[in-house]
């Protein structure tokens, strides 16, 4: 794998937190000319199991916008869809190069093309055709990162651009008490949380999906609000304390607990063991002394064994008949098994047998959605298959 680029394209910036790169055997990383909060940053940000991680040289200081160059994710993306062959040389290329978007493209392509014209600095249209995205594919994941590149584009003042904050904020407004997507309406009520400073939107967020991701990170937005906005080390140590009755184990918790000084585990330690544990060790959906109960809301539990070799279990369940649909996408956006199914409310399991695809991370989208019409659900998340 090979991340950053010789201009510092793809810089990681660790003012407010520390993370690891990790090198499982046979992978090498490669990231040098990147910003690792220091010129020489510290051992425990890297780990090499069987692997290598080259970091070394860093930059001096945090990358400016002008040093920025196309990386080698933007290189790729120029083999891929032969982008030199349809779009001129950027420096003479007009300012609306949204010409040369194709609507025949998958997602994926769609989401790097735009990702390419960020990286350039030719945004105008683009927002656009991030909202076309978004109307027309609410449940994929490339929604939520052509909604985050609308934001990019907002708040950059460096480039030219047809959307600012304040057009976003209307834009984001119109997600709220959202009949489709909950989790991408939950992603823009804590963007606009952001934008207008609202701790009552990051609450209201926190509410209604504390047993999902997005609960979390509503949580933690809004201790890093007290912690960093407001600097009140009070009101930020109350949500913290609420972080760790909540979501005791999850990384950001751990992050926000560096961030106040408190004496806690050896990062090194702590992403090592995050980052290897077995998902067997999760509990189950449902216990089994109560799964003659009809379920009341819709759930999805996390896939078993994973990583995995050669098959992993979903478990879901359904508290109304639904049409239910689970698709699996390998990294490169492609489909690679689809199951599809109309079932009565209750509890459900699909066995996927990964022996005839290549190993690697795989993404996993679950759907349901009631026959009537009344309600729907949607789930994501990330396995991996080692063979």
Not at 271 to 282: G, I, L, V
């Amino acid at each position: 794998t090979e991340c950053g680029g010789n201009y510092g394209d793809n810089s990681f910036v660790y003012n407010y937190c520390d993370a690891l790169a990790y090198a499982k055997d046979g992978c090498s990383i490669y990231a040098p000319h990147n910003w690792w909060g220091s010129s020489l940053p510290s051992q425990y940000l890297f780990e090499e199991d069987g692997g290598t991680i080259t970091y070394l040289p860093c930059l001096g200081s945090i990358p400016t916008y002008s040093m920025q160059q196309p990386s080698p994710e933007n290189n790729l993306f120029d083999t891929r869809v032969m982008l030199s062959s349809t779009v001129p040389g950027t420096q003479d290329a007009p300012e609306d190069l949204t010409r040369y978007y194709n609507e025949q493209w998958g997602l994926d392509k769609k989401i790097e093309f735009i990702r390419y014209l960020y990286t350039i600095g030719k945004t105008v249209g683009v927002a656009d055709l991030c909202k076309d995205i978004i109307f027309e594919n609410p449940y994929a994941p490339e929604s939520s990162i052509a909604l985050d590149m609308i934001y990019q584009i907002s708040k950059n003042e460096k480039i030219k651009k047809d959307i600012d904050k304040d057009m976003f904020k209307i834009y984001l407004k119109t997600f709220e008490d959202g009949k489709s997507n909950k989790l991408l309406e939950a992603n823009a009520m804590l963007l606009l949380a952001g934008l207008e400073k609202d701790v009552s939107l990051m609450d209201k967020v926190y509410k209604e999906h504390k047993n999902n991701y997005m609960g979390k990170y509503a949580l933690h937005q809004k201790f890093m609000f007290y912690f960093h906005e407001e600097e009140n080390m009070e009101l930020a140590r109350e949500v913290l304390n609420q972080m760790d009755e909540v979501y005791p184990e999850e990384i950001v918790t751990y992050e926000s607990h560096l961030l106040m000084g408190d004496d806690v585990m050896d990062p090194k330690e702590f992403y090592s063991q995050y980052f290897k544990k077995e998902a067997t060790q999760q509990a189950p959906l449902v216990s089994t002394d109560i799964a003659e109960i009809l379920p009341e809301e819709y759930a999805l539990s996390a896939a078993y064994p994973n990583p995995f070799n050669p098959s992993t279990t979903l478990e879901y369940a359904l508290p109304i008949q639904s049409e239910v649909k689970c698709s699996i996408y390998d990294v490169s956006g492609n489909l690679v098994r689809e199951y599809s199914f109309n079932q009565n409310a209750g509890l459900y399991s699909i066995v996927w047998d990964g022996s005839d695809v290549s190993s690697g991370i795989y993404l996993i989208r679950f759907t349901a959605e009631a026959e009537d019409g009344s309600e729907s659900f949607v789930d994501y998340q990330k396995v991996t298959l080692l063979k």
